[in-house]
């Protein structure tokens, strides 16, 4: 990314230090980690944000931290990144776009207005063929999000997570693809 993504209300940008305590405030909170096995602690937090970095110095794209443009203030994150775990019958590598925001940020059209960016910028700079997003059955506001913008079910292709146990209530994961000719 030679400059961030920018919309109408967000910038998505790289990660910086001061992230790190917003980013692990917003994964120790069960509503926003309900579709997730688990809350994260603060190391565990921390380790996913060097990861994220980590994805960026080797792609130039991640899941890139959001921040409101009228405050600055970091809400979660918004972006894509290659998945490091196949997923059945789907084209390696994929990549995955994906969101979590803050809660006091939920329902204000933000991951959506964020995520057709991050779509126009995977196809019209990376020139990415297609992008795909998982998530558990019953989060349907994530789903709704998929939907809105342009993304399609294909249940064909719904899996079992592998880094969820078998037999856990959050194993089975529903997938949406996108390709390149069918941005809205």
């Not at 998505?12 to 309900?34: G, H, I, S, T, Y």
């Not at 960016?117 to 019953?138: C, D, G, H, M, N």
């Amino acid at each position: 990314m030679t400059s961030p993504i920018i919309t109408e209300r967000l910038i998505l940008r790289p990660w910086k230090d001061e992230d790190f305590a917003p980013f692990a405030e917003m994964n120790a909170d069960p509503q926003v980690r309900e579709f997730f096995p688990s809350l994260l602690t603060r190391e565990e937090s921390d380790a996913g944000i060097r990861s994220l970095q980590g994805t960026y110095a080797r792609d130039g794209f991640c899941f890139f931290p959001a921040e409101l443009i009228a405050t600055g203030e970091f809400i979660g994150f918004i972006g894509i990144q290659t998945m490091d775990f196949a997923v059945p019958s789907v084209a390696q590598p994929a990549v995955e776009i994906g969101w979590r925001l803050a809660r006091a940020h939920w329902g204000r059209g933000l991951a959506t207005e964020g995520a057709r960016s991050v779509l126009r910028y995977a196809f019209e700079v990376l020139k990415l063929p297609e992008v795909v997003a998982i998530t558990v059955p019953a989060n349907v506001r994530s789903r709704r999000v998929m939907e809105k913008i342009g993304m399609k079910h294909h249940p064909e292709l719904d899996f079992g997570h592998p880094r969820i146990p078998e037999g856990h209530p959050m194993r089975r994961h529903v997938l949406y693809a996108i390709k390149n000719d069918s941005v809205p």
